[in-house]
T-cell receptor, first 117, second 113 residues
Framework: DAGVIQSPRHEVTEMGQEVTLRCKPISGHDYLFWYRQTMMRGLELLIYFNNNVPIDDSGMPEDRFSAKMPNASFSTLKIQPSEPRDSAVYFC???????????????FGSGTQLSVL | KNQVEQSPQSLIILEGKNCTLQCNYTVSPFSNLRWYKQDTGRGPVSLTIMTFSENTKSNGRYTATLDADTKQSSLHITASQLSDSASYICVVSAGYNTDKLIFGTGTRLQVFP
């Protein structure tokens, strides 16, 4: 398996533009998580899905952020309009059966480095 | 407030030396604690997972310890190698009815020849 695949690896855009980040989870994994990583705050959970259904989006910072999972093999995180403070690395992760149990392991993608000028 | 704090923020050591990274948490209830390794430009990769009943867990040259009473954990790296240069992130699971993990901000380790 190729692991969790994210695209693009790097995204540079101007303030006000729409940004779409993409993720393909590991086949067979029922859970998909979107995280944001900054130097100051570390990794923060934005939203996660179970069987394509959003379970908890309380970490989504504002209405400018939205996420979808139309099928088991694809998810998007969209920011519209983007702002400079959205600059961060965005990670997608997937797991077989959750994230927090002792037998549950998260598998992360390589992330998308977003820079909003 | 559930928090995970790590120290030091950064560390420089010479190849072949040992080092210990610290993690203190105030997460309650507590389910398990993980250490992740994150190479530059990559996503985190799990090193160890420990429940409250486990005091020590090893993964090759990495040994994690847990003291659930004092809510402290450490990650000891033996005979460091250049490939150990990475960020090490302590992560705590906040209970049994959640899929949320509490992440520390990491310790940046640099190993020089």
């Amino acid at each position: 398996d190729a692991g969790v695949i994210q695209s693009p690896r790097h995204e540079v855009t101007e303030m006000g533009q729409e940004v779409t980040l993409r993720c393909k989870p590991i086949s067979g994994h029922d859970y998909l998580f979107w995280y944001r990583q900054t130097m100051m705050r570390g990794l923060e959970l934005l939203i996660y899905f179970n069987n394509n259904v959003p379970i908890d989006d309380s970490g989504m910072p504002e209405d400018r952020f939205s996420a979808k999972m139309p099928n088991a093999s694809f998810s998007t995180l969209k920011i519209q309009p983007s702002e400079p403070r959205d600059s961060a690395v965005y990670f997608c992760a997937s797991s077989l059966s959750g994230a927090a149990g002792v037998n549950e392991k998260l598998f992360f993608g390589s992330g998308t480095q977003l820079s909003v000028l | 407030k559930n928090q995970v704090e790590q120290s030091p923020q950064s560390l420089i050591i010479l190849e072949g030396k040992n080092c210990t990274l610290q993690c203190n948490y105030t997460v309650s209830p507590f389910s398990n604690l993980r250490w992740y390794k994150q190479d530059t430009g990559r996503g985190p990769v799990s090193l160890t997972i420990m429940t409250f009943s486990e005091n020590t867990k090893s993964n090759g040259r990495y040994t994690a310890t847990l003291d659930a009473d004092t809510k402290q954990s450490s990650l000891h790296i033996t005979a460091s190698q250049l490939s150990d240069s990475a960020s090490y992130i302590c992560v705590v699971s906040a209970g049994y009815n959640t899929d949320k993990l509490i992440f520390g901000t990491g310790t940046r380790l640099q190993v020089f020849p």
